[in-house]
Nanobody, 121 residues
């Protein structure tokens, strides 16, 4: 059984920073890619950042230059450092992890519970 626990969300003023974390625990054999999504009220969930097992990263244009994604493989954790936050960054942020629980099993997609980020003007 696998669980992804997110933390680090909250209320910040425009221009401020937050650091989100997402820790995977349970029966984990291997982890492939990790990523972060966000969903604002009434909008589609959007992919904002990914990081591969080799450390290659990609970012949505809306967050390039402001957000950084990183991972700690020893802790099965992915982070999202958010700087220069804007009101339009307000959303629920979800981590997503591709992992498998055994050598003979396929990779599967797991989601965190979501954490609220609110940026005031």
């Amino acid at each position: 059984q696998v669980q992804l626990v997110e933390s680090g969300g909250g209320l910040v003023q425009a221009g401020g920073s937050l650091r989100l974390s997402c820790a995977a625990s349970g029966s984990i054999f291997a982890i492939n890619a990790m990523g972060w999504y966000r969903q604002a009220p009434g909008k589609q969930r959007e992919l904002i950042a990914t990081i591969t097992s080799r450390g290659s990263t990609n970012f949505a244009d809306s967050v390039k230059g402001r957000f950084t994604i990183s991972r700690d493989n020893a802790k099965n954790t992915v982070y999202l450092q958010m700087n220069s936050l804007k009101p339009e960054d307000t959303a629920v942020y979800y981590c997503n992890v591709d992992l498998k629980t055994g050598w003979g099993l396929p990779f599967r997609n797991y989601w965190g519970q979501g954490t609220q980020v609110t940026v005031s003007s």
